[in-house]
């Protein structure tokens, strides 16, 4: 929404407790919520937090100060028994961040409101009433339409909608359109109606249509009653037996605007709030991005007061400048070094400038692509005077760089006709190897030395009036660029010390960092894509969604929006009738799993299944991939190695890792990926055989799992026999199908929920399924009690390499938070250990390829695949590379199996 005018005074009041009941509820039943790494549940104050950076942004208010909750009951209470009597005590969680939003709003230096007896509802609406009174623009910031009976001359609310996650800006008379009656009526309506969520009961059989309508026609509730007579039949029966409920109602629900509050205006005016308070509790809650954030919105300290200040730096603007610069980081022998940049896109980089730092304080800006400004003089040097004079310094492997995402930087340079060398040090990929969540340096930087950057937002502005990066001052771009390579120095001694401290340093220095330039070279090769496969497929699947959306059309008996959740659950559990899956805010769930138990019942839901895979298959690989093939016809994916926290790689821009492998249609879309490059090209491909289970099996070292894999047996099938007590010839289909299901599921912490969910049997049939795996296989149960406990004990699972993934929230009291941690507790030793094995596979490959010199290419990964490109005449030697090197990553008591397929493209090897 447009920014309101900020011609003349603005008031906001905060309803504290209504955007901080909202924040937590809506957050306190998920599997992952917000949290520091120390274990600190932050999700409602980060909500209250966002909000507040919100309501600065966009309100840009004079003046400002929070209505909150006194603790005890109200009068509201005492005048009804029932009042809010179905909401359960204050959850100890919440009371925690109350506590900490406390402290946040001191630090802001924003006033707290409250009064015994009475809501933050009637402290904001005394507030901005008596405010309003004085001539004075209010705005109440608010989820809660109980507030809007505030609106009249000078109030407005300032109204989040979660659901559609923006705000609206209701004065009178948008509130009357969007309501249907005056603001003032929303007592009438909701007296009338009731409110469920203060367990106001309303009158029987009157929904929000009726309360509505006789609003409109009568007005509030006594003049309703007034001209009961006009009523008819039912409706008049209903007002009859309701009129004693409609009238405690308006007491219950009426906003109290005259409170004796001792309300000080002056004291609520925005002033320079205690900055470094606020950062500090920002870093130490870890709101990397919203300290960000408000720094967007507020804007940046001036540089001078910035890390940075103390720090000797040069911009180079000559070629004599160039020479100089080269000695000086020659001498050093090491330096660092980052770029800047008016694009992240690796794979165009449009490069500004480059700075390197020999010691913290001392830093060097050489300019190259600055637009001209009428108002500075910036001198500049040509890329060709850049590549002759610090080219061979960046190639040089003797003189040592630290960087944060070389990898990036890599391909910076390489687009600008330059290469790099010497990196030892990633300042990104050791944060992430720390635990650390940060994702950018200004981020990291804040957390780890308490100080902040000159970020880029503060240099271009926002909003309709940003400029590029090239256009902005270049005396500010050049500190701002001196700081990141400079801080680059600052930050490396304590990440470094704290890898050695906690035994990580083999796995930063002799795994990720040599992995990173494999992972460069994988996407400088790309893949060769056949746009024309993946547009005939497009059209195919167009035609088949066409085609089940006709069918489920006919069945329901009119159109709809099928990839509407409200729409589509109205259709089935309204329309249709179907048995109800679990509640949301949506209506009930029609996701894919609440879905599945009514396939037996429903016919619709088959097609409903096929429609979304057919809609998504489209939008996501045949219609997106062939505007993601650059010049040379090929795919160049980015390899992430800091987003998945078991240590996977990742793969995006696009993601290729993702494709179905086990659907026709998916295979048909990994058919477009075509083997190119030499005169007879082919891929091989060598893919680990069930490397997580031989993981789970070395580990666990379980009798009855080590001796199925030594003996080279179908593990699912042997698995089956086992637990059924019947002989491997006697496994049926089903059978084994079950045993993979839990075979795989034991690895990521499946209980007898999932598996009963996943196979249609009873909750009871699943728990004595699992007992009786657990109790012919000891050895993996003792193993996860154990993994279990370990992890509470120290707060991380690891891997056989060290790899950590920390995990606070498996000492939370929340059953649900705690479930889902011991879950990823059990999966990250057995899952992170099979991600680093074909780690070191990969630098291993590679490493040979190079020092054979052969033309075969390492392309892609996909989780436990190798995929190469190669001529003909080396197809032999890549298949016995690959069954030689990718089974050795680790040393185990059962034997690690590669499976080889080749075919002239991916979705046709065999």
Avoid at 249 to 257: E, M, Y
Avoid at 258 to 282: G, Q, S, T, W, Y
Avoid at 647 to 676: E, H, M, Y
């Amino acid at each position: 929404m447009p920014s309101p005018s900020t011609s003349k005074s603005r008031l906001v009041v905060l309803d504290s407790h209504g955007i901080l009941y909202r924040a937590f509820f809506a957050m306190a039943n998920s599997d992952n919520p917000l949290m520091t790494s120390k274990g600190e549940l932050t999700f409602a104050t980060h909500g209250y937090a966002e909000t507040l950076i919100r309501v600065l942004d966009l309100l840009k208010p004079t003046h400002i100060c929070a209505a909150w909750d006194a603790h005890g009951p109200t009068f509201r209470h005492e005048a009804s028994a029932a009042y809010k009597a179905t909401r359960r005590e204050t959850p100890s969680e919440l009371i925690v961040q109350m506590k900490r939003v406390r402290e946040m709003l001191d630090a802001f230096g924003i006033p707290v409101f409250e009064m015994p007896g009475y809501e933050a509802d009637d402290v904001a609406g005394t507030i901005a009433k008596q405010v309003a009174a004085n001539g004075m623009e209010t705005y109440i910031a608010t989820l809660d339409t109980d507030l809007v009976q505030l609106i009249g001359p000078n109030i407005n609310l300032f109204m989040f909608r979660p659901y559609q996650r923006d705000t609206v800006d209701y004065n009178e008379a948008r509130a009357a359109e969007r309501y249907g009656f005056s603001p003032k009526h929303m007592i009438d309506y909701k007296a009338l109606k009731g409110d469920t969520s203060d367990n106001v009961e309303g009158i029987k059989g009157i929904g929000e249509k009726t309360a509505t309508d006789l609003i409109r026609q009568f007005g509030g509730v006594p003049q309703i009653y007034e001209n009961i007579e006009l009523t008819k039949g039912a409706l008049k029966q209903k007002l009859v037996d309701g009129r004693e409920i409609a009238f405690r109602n308006l007491d219950l629900v009426t906003i109290h605007t005259d409170l004796p509050i001792d309300f000080d205006l002056d004291k609520c005016r925005v002033k320079d709030f205690d900055r470094e308070k606020v950062m500090a509790l920002f870093r130490e809650l870890e709101f990397r991005m919203l300290a960000q954030r408000l720094d967007e919105v507020l804007g940046s300290k001036p540089a001078q007061e910035l890390v940075g200040a103390e720090t000797d730096y040069v911009t180079v603007g000559t070629d004599a400048g160039l020479a100089e610069l080269a000695v000086n980081l020659r001498n050093a022998g090491h330096f660092g070094v980052a770029t800047v940049s008016s694009t992240g896109d690796s794979a165009h980089p449009l490069l500004l400038g480059l700075s390197f730092a020999t010691e913290p304080g001392k830093a060097w800006y050489v300019p190259v692509g600055h637009a001209p400004r009428l108002d500075a003089s910036l001198k500049q040097v040509s890329m060709a005077s850049v590549r002759a004079t610090l080219g061979p310094l960046l190639a040089d492997p003797a003189l040592k760089k630290t960087a944060y995402n070389t990898k990036y930087l890599m391909h910076q340079l390489e687009a600008n006709g330059m290469s790099l060398a010497g990196y030892e040090f990633d300042i990104a990929i050791a944060a992430f190897l720390l635990g650390e969540t940060s994702s950018t340096l200004g981020a990291l930087v804040n957390e780890r030395l308490g100080v902040e950057l000159v970020t880029v937002a503060s240099l271009t502005g926002s909003g309709r009036n940003a400029i590029l990066l090239s256009q902005a001052d270049p005396e500010q771009v050049a500190r701002h660029a001196c700081q990141q390579s400079e801080t680059l120095l600052r930050v490396r001694p304590p990440l470094e010390a704290q890898l050695n401290e906690r035994g990580q340093w083999p796995l930063f220095n002799d795994m990720e960092m040599p992995l990173m330039p494999v992972l460069y070279r994988m996407e400088q090769a790309g893949i060769a894509v056949d746009v024309s496969v993946l547009r005939d497929i497009s059209r195919t699947l167009a035609t088949d969604a066409e085609r089940a959306e006709r069918e489920i059309y006919a069945i329901v008996g009119h159109e709809f929006n099928i990839g509407s959740p409200k729409q589509l659950s109205d259709i089935l559990f309204g329309e249709l009738g179907l048995p109800k899956t679990r509640k949301t805010t949506q209506g009930y769930s029609t996701d894919q799993r609440s879905l599945e138990s009514l396939r037996s019942v429903a016919p619709i839901i088959d097609l409903i299944f096929s429609y979304r895979e057919l809609t998504k298959l489209k939008s996501t690989y045949t219609d997106a991939l062939p505007a993601t093939v650059a010049a040379d016809g090929r795919i160049h994916t980015d390899f992430q190695q800091t987003v998945a926290a078991t240590g996977r790689l990742s793969s995006t821009n696009p993601n290729l890792q993702n494709i179905p492998v086990r659907t026709d249609t998916g295979r048909d879309i990994r058919r477009a990926f075509v083997a190119s490059t030499y005169d007879d090209p082919w891929f091989v491909a060598g893919d680990y055989s069930q490397i997580e289970l031989r993981v789970l099996a070395h580990v666990t070292k379980d009798e009855g799992l080590v001796s199925a894999f030594l003996a080279d047996q179908d593990i699912h099938r042997a698995t089956a026999a086992t637990v059924y007590g019947v002989t491997p010839g006697d496994v049926t289909r089903q059978m084994r199908d079950t045993a993979k299901m839990v075979n795989f599921g034991i690895a990521y912490g499946m209980g007898e929920f999932g598996l009963a969910s996943r196979t249609g049997m009873t909750r009871e049939e699943a728990e004595a399924f699992i007992t009786t795996y657990y109790r012919n296989f000891p050895g993996i149960a003792l193993w996860q009690q154990q993994t279990l406990s370990s992890t509470r004990e120290k707060g991380y699972a690891e891997t056989l390499f060290g790899r950590r993934r920390y995990l606070p929230a498996i000492r939370s009291t929340n059953f649900q938070v705690r479930s889902a941690a011991e879950r990823e507790a059990i999966n990250m030793p057995i899952q992170g250990t099979a991600a680093d094995i074909i780690k070191v596979a990969m630098i291993r490959v590679d490493a040979e390829l190079r020092e054979r010199e052969l033309r075969s290419r390492m392309i892609l990964q996909v989780h436990d695949e190798l995929i190469f490109e190669c001529p003909a005449d080396e197809v032999d030697a890549i298949r016995e590379l690959a069954t030689r090197i990718m089974p050795a990553g680790l040393e185990m008591n059962v034997p690690l199996k590669v499976d080889l397929k080749q075919g002239k493209n991916w979705g046709g090897m065999a």
